[in-house]
């Protein structure tokens, strides 16, 4: 089984959550490991209620699953990625639509200084923090959409996709032309078109998908 590090106090369930959905996602722990309760919480130096946590965690995202004899990773494929990409499109083309009609002219500026870490982020190659920078611009959409079960849709699967971005931006040369295309749908959210900001983001949002599917198979040896 994978070696995994110690986690520290803060958080242990979100920690070990964090680390075997990273392990699942990526590959290191393959489909049908069975993942023991007692073992997970030795390697990880914690008590067995955060690994169970976690498994609960990972189960209601399909990771992984409950059998009669224990918990066994699922794993992540082309069809899960393409599932995610579909059910992302639709709730974030409502939200962005949503958005538009609650924000106006100076309710954009926390979105604004996303897209400045965003390109600061691809100035000095930092791959994790433009992750974390592009996964909260779009927390921001479901926030400004003022719809909290959307919003709670999206808290659900956008773990994973964080995982997946995160795959893609470590082997991607360059971010600016990503940094580029957040702005460029800010700035269309800000004049209020909503076709235009619908497209933008559909395109957007294939142009992730099809990173994704590419980084999935690398990782795959296809």
Not at 67 to 73: L, Q
Not at 106 to 118: I, R, S, Y
Not at 154 to 159: A, E, H, L, T, V
């Amino acid at each position: 089984m994978t070696a995994f590090k110690p986690v520290r106090r803060r958080a242990y369930g979100e920690q070990v959550t964090e680390h075997l959905r990273d392990s699942i996602v990526s590959g290191e722990l393959p489909r049908g490991q069975r993942l023991v309760e007692e073992q997970l919480a030795e390697q990880f130096g914690v008590s067995r209620g955060p690994i169970r946590d976690a498994l609960r965690r990972l189960e209601i995202e399909s990771l992984v699953e409950s059998r009669g004899n224990g918990t066994y990773v699922i794993g992540i494929d082309v069809r899960d990625i393409d599932e995610l990409y579909s059910l992302r499109e639709a709730i974030e083309l409502l939200a962005a639509d949503l958005a538009l009609s609650n924000v106006g002219g100076d309710g954009w500026g926390e979105m604004a200084a996303c897209v400045e870490t965003l390109e600061n982020a691809a100035d000095a190659r930092d791959g994790d923090g433009f992750a974390a920078a592009d996964i909260q611009f779009h927390n921001l959409i479901y926030a400004l959409s003022g719809h909290r079960r959307l919003a709670d849709v999206w808290r659900q699967y956008s773990p994973i996709l964080g995982t997946l971005l995160r795959t893609t931006v470590h082997v991607e040369l360059d971010l600016h032309e990503s940094a580029g295309k957040h702005r460029t749908l800010l700035e269309l959210m800000k004049t209020g078109d909503g076709q235009a900001v619908a497209k933008e983001l559909r395109e957007h949002l294939e142009g992730s998908h099809q990173l994704m599917l590419a980084a999935h198979r690398r990782a795959k040896g296809e």
